[in-house]
């Protein structure tokens, strides 16, 4: 039997994507590229897995796209953790609602709103990124009520917002950077979707009081 896709080579492996068996060549040239690999695929696991273990391959994105500029220290990561995780679940939380987004949607939108924050801290002036992508514009919308919710909630429990521009535009492009490590790159790839799914398996709220044991947020 000839591969589902190329009809030329030999089939050896089944693909859930096509619902046939396909030829190993194939499954590597056409995986999240022209395939809409399910993420429980052995195979599209595998890669993943031999992805993970070579943690030093390049980025596949231009190095301007990681806002080199934006320098984030190790304290801040320990300081603001409830910051970065809040705005990981606000994306996780648009990739539930929206099923067909990809790792590219939640890395463009994050872009976007990284350079708006940008601009802000630099400059003092507000300024947003336009976009005529309806799915973009949703991700942001979200993530930018989560850093609402945030500075209230902060206000709640303290008196006062800590919460600054500049941390939000490090926390922005700490997980956009995060973002592009943990996608293929490809067109179709989810595994940066499928990173947040597996940190945020229940629909809790992002940000709580330290009494409500279920939440991933506790502000001190």
Same mark, same amino acid.
């Given at each position: 039997?000839?591969?589902?896709?190329?009809?030329?080579?030999?089939? #050896?492996?089944?693909?859930?994507?096509?619902?046939?068996?396909?030829?190993?060549q194939?499954?590597?040239?056409?995986?999240? @590229?022209?395939?809409?690999?399910?993420?429980?695929?052995?195979?599209?696991?595998q890669?993943?897995?031999?992805?993970?273990?070579?943690?030093?391959?390049?980025?596949p @994105?231009?190095?301007? !796209?990681?806002?080199?500029a @934006?320098?984030?220290?190790?304290?801040?990561?320990?300081?603001?953790?409830?910051?970065?995780?809040?705005?990981?679940?606000a994306?996780?939380?648009?990739?539930?609602?929206d099923r067909?987004?990809?790792? *590219?949607? &939640?890395?463009?939108? &994050?872009?976007?709103?990284?350079?708006?924050?940008?601009?802000?801290?630099?400059?003092?002036?507000?300024?947003?990124?336009?976009?005529? %992508?309806?799915?973009?514009?949703?991700?942001?919308?979200?993530?930018?009520?989560?850093?609402?919710?945030f500075?209230?909630?902060?206000?709640?429990?303290?008196? %006062?917002?800590? &919460?600054?521009?500049?941390?939000?535009? #490090?926390?922005?492009?700490?997980?956009?950077?995060?973002?592009? $490590?943990?996608?293929? $790159? *490809?067109? #179709?790839?989810? !595994?940066?979707?499928?990173?947040?799914?597996?940190?945020?398996?229940?629909?809790?709220?992002?940000i709580?009081?330290?009494?409500?044991?279920?939440? *991933?947020? @506790?502000?001190?």
């Amino acid at each position: 039997m000839s591969c589902a896709i190329c009809e030329e080579r030999k089939e #050896k492996r089944f693909c859930p994507a096509v619902h046939g068996k396909i030829c190993p060549q194939c499954c590597g040239e056409q995986r999240e @590229v022209t395939l809409d690999c399910p993420s429980d695929c052995p195979y599209l696991q595998q890669a993943r897995e031999h992805a993970t273990a070579h943690p030093d391959r390049p980025t596949p @994105v231009d190095r301007e !796209a990681l806002f080199p500029a @934006v320098e984030i220290a190790e304290q801040f990561l320990y300081q603001r953790e409830e910051l970065i995780l809040g705005l990981s679940f606000a994306l996780a939380k648009s990739a539930r609602a929206d099923r067909s987004l990809m790792d *590219r949607d &939640l890395t463009a939108a &994050l872009s976007s709103l990284a350079k708006s924050y940008q601009t802000l801290v630099n400059s003092s002036l507000i300024y947003e990124e336009a976009t005529a %992508n309806v799915a973009h514009q949703s991700i942001a919308r979200e993530v930018e009520t989560m850093v609402r919710e945030f500075r209230e909630a902060e206000r709640q429990h303290m008196g %006062n917002t800590r &919460l600054t521009d500049s941390d939000v535009l #490090k926390a922005l492009v700490f997980i956009l950077r995060m973002g592009f $490590g943990r996608s293929s $790159g *490809r067109p #179709k790839s989810r !595994a940066f979707v499928d990173f947040l799914f597996a940190q945020f398996p229940e629909k809790h709220s992002a940000i709580a009081g330290p009494e409500e044991a279920g939440s *991933r947020i @506790v502000i001190p």
